[in-house]
């Protein structure tokens, strides 16, 4: 084949993606720590199939227009580093095609040097031994072999063949990978996408597998972000009390029986006005819960299966509303309260009811889902900026897997001045956000909510995924490992010892506050044994133990 076109093109994108879904828990395997959070393969199989979306039932034979939708889909669902870095690469194919109804091998060649250029452009401080030297090295490659001449199949065979010697070379510029003995999970990724695309080139069209690929209950977690997006986004606005026929609202516990109703929670109250939004599967559940506290202003409930299924056909997606006013024909953003605007709201990501609690305590107006394992995508950071309503919007990604996607979603938005505060953990977040000033400028407050995060040291316990040894430490499957500042310093059987362990490596003679956030999987008793431990043996530091009931760590711990 000597060109391409949009049709063309298509089959790729999605013989692609798809050849990534049905691989992607072995390129999750390829994580180098040996934490539960190995979903490079996750992040980007959901930004790959967010992009799928956009063209599945497309007809467009211009590639300009294909490789356009594809990379919008790919914007908006970015998730995770390595997912934001996919979805600028194709962005930079998109670029390169611009303008074009159909190309040739040499100016398929040129439109991935356009990727590759936009992709480094994304990334601060570009990391050699990663997905960015794999698709460097491979294009660079393929455009020295083209020529008119060659076909489309050939040119994508220069590509595949760099790539995989790119990839095998990754462990010689990245240490870590070396060690461990892995190659780089985000270029084993974008080859797995190579070479589907490359099938679907030579007649052989890669279809999903029928059975979702094996994966263990760790990724499971990341992948449910995907699943339970199906069932009822349910939305209201309440009005609490009266006193004496109403119960009283207690926002912790409203939040922590609401979540055990569905996911993608958020809960927001401003004096006698409570808003909630849950995706669940028994709506009439939550509404009869709720109205145990008070009588409801706004209410609005979407089928998302309905809607998931709809797309899947090729029809139009449709909002279905419930709500005083009617509305039926309204999209549902803009069922909302004509409020005023803001001159400044905050948005965090959290990852337990508890954690959600401490952050709302500190200022924070809307809370993304998300965290570990289940890494938010654009697409939910441009919503939660929209209902934030407000001028200018500080964002808290709290994990540094989060950052990429947050700052591209602020590129994204209109209207709104967004920013990014690069806070990597959860006790990051919460420090810099305890440091806005609604008086201060947006200047002034994002220097100062930035200058906090050098303040804070940060460490948390959670389990080991296998056998292995990283700098020295010895662990074994199941064990409890320590990190701090993202290297692992301890490892035990025994979480007491391990989280100990821990705090003796964090404090130093400059400490003087320890925050502990311990998860759903630590009860009181055991977080009243550890607060106790450091009353003994560190009196001159002061102890903030809050119950955040985060998943997957065991403790968050934050030293300033």
Request: glycine share 8%.
């Given at each position: ?6 049709q ?6 999605l ?37 799928s ?32 870095i ?9 670029q ?22 936009v ?17 460097r ?14 076909s ?53 069209f890669i ?24 069932g ?54 939550v ?85 570990q ?11 939660a ?34 920013f990014v ?64 500042e ?7 059987k ?13 404090v ?16 009181e008793e ?14 001159d ?7 955040g ?5 065991s ?6």
């Amino acid at each position: 084949m000597r060109e391409i076109d949009g049709q063309d093109l298509k089959q790729m994108l999605l013989s692609g993606a798809n050849n990534l879904y049905n691989f992607y828990p072995e390129i999750d395997a390829l994580n180098v720590f040996p934490v539960p959070d190995g979903d490079t393969g996750m992040n980007m199989n959901l930004t790959m199939t967010s992009g799928s979306k956009e063209i599945q039932n497309r007809s467009d034979t211009n590639i300009f227009e294909i490789s356009k939708a594809f990379s919008r889909g790919l914007l908006m669902g970015a998730r995770g580093n390595s997912g934001v870095i996919t979805s600028q690469i194709f962005r930079g194919l998109s670029q390169g095609l611009s303008g074009k109804e159909k190309v040739n091998a040499v100016e398929l060649a040129e439109a991935f040097e356009n990727a590759v250029a936009v992709a480094y452009k994304a990334v601060v401080r570009p990391v050699e031994g990663t997905i960015l030297t794999v698709v460097r090295e491979s294009v660079h490659f393929m455009h020295e072999q083209v020529k008119e001449s060659t076909s489309i199949e050939r040119a994508m065979e220069y590509l595949i063949e760099e790539a995989n010697q790119s990839l095998n070379r990754t462990p010689e510029l990245l240490p870590i990978l070396k060690e461990v003995g892995v190659v780089d999970s985000g270029g084993a990724g974008l080859i797995k996408i190579y070479d589907g695309m490359l099938s679907a080139l030579k007649g052989k069209f890669i279809e999903r597998n029928q059975e979702a690929p094996e994966t263990n209950p760790i990724q499971a977690a990341g992948a449910q972000m995907e699943s339970d997006e199906f069932g009822y986004c349910t939305e209201f606005i309440m009005r609490l009390g009266p006193e004496d026929t109403k119960k009283p609202f207690n926002q912790a516990r409203f939040t922590t029986v609401l979540e055990s109703h569905g996911n993608s929670l958020v809960v927001v109250k401003d004096e006698d006005i409570v808003k909630v939004h849950v995706h669940t599967l028994n709506p009439g559940a939550v509404l009869t819960y709720a109205q145990g506290f008070g009588e409801f202003i706004k209410l609005k409930i979407e089928n998302m299966t309905e809607q998931h299924h709809a797309l899947e056909g090729g029809a139009d997606e449709k909002n279905s509303l419930l709500n005083e006013g009617g509305n039926e024909d309204k999209p549902a953003e803009e069922v909302e309260e004509n409020l005023p605007k803001e001159k400044f709201a905050m948005v965090a990501v959290s990852s337990g009811s508890g954690i959600d609690v401490i952050f709302e305590e500190a200022g924070i107006k809307s809370i993304v889902k998300g965290g570990q394992t289940m890494n938010p995508s654009s697409e939910d950071f441009v919503k939660a900026i929209k209902k934030a309503n407000a001028d200018n919007v500080f964002i808290f990604p709290n994990n540094s897997n989060i950052v990429m996607a947050a700052s591209q979603a602020c590129d994204m938005v209109e209207d709104v001045n967004a920013f990014v505060i690069p806070s990597k953990t959860i006790p990051q977040g919460i420090s810099a956000a305890i440091r806005f000033n609604p008086e201060a400028t947006v200047e002034e407050n994002f220097k100062e909510m930035k200058s906090a995060l050098k303040n804070v040291k940060s460490g948390e316990v959670t389990f080991s995924i296998r056998d292995t040894e990283i700098n020295g430490v010895s662990m074994k499957k199941d064990d409890f490992i320590g990190i701090f500042e993202k290297e692992i310093v301890i490892a035990s059987k025994d979480r007491f010892e391990t989280i100990t362990g821990l705090i003796k490596r964090m404090v130093d003679e400059m400490s003087s506050i320890i925050t502990i956030i311990y998860g759903a999987d630590v009860n009181e008793e055991e977080a009243n044994k550890v607060a106790n431990y450091i009353q003994d043996n560190l009196p001159d530091v002061d102890i903030d133990m809050r119950a955040g009931n985060q998943p997957i760590y065991s403790y968050l711990v934050g030293i300033e």
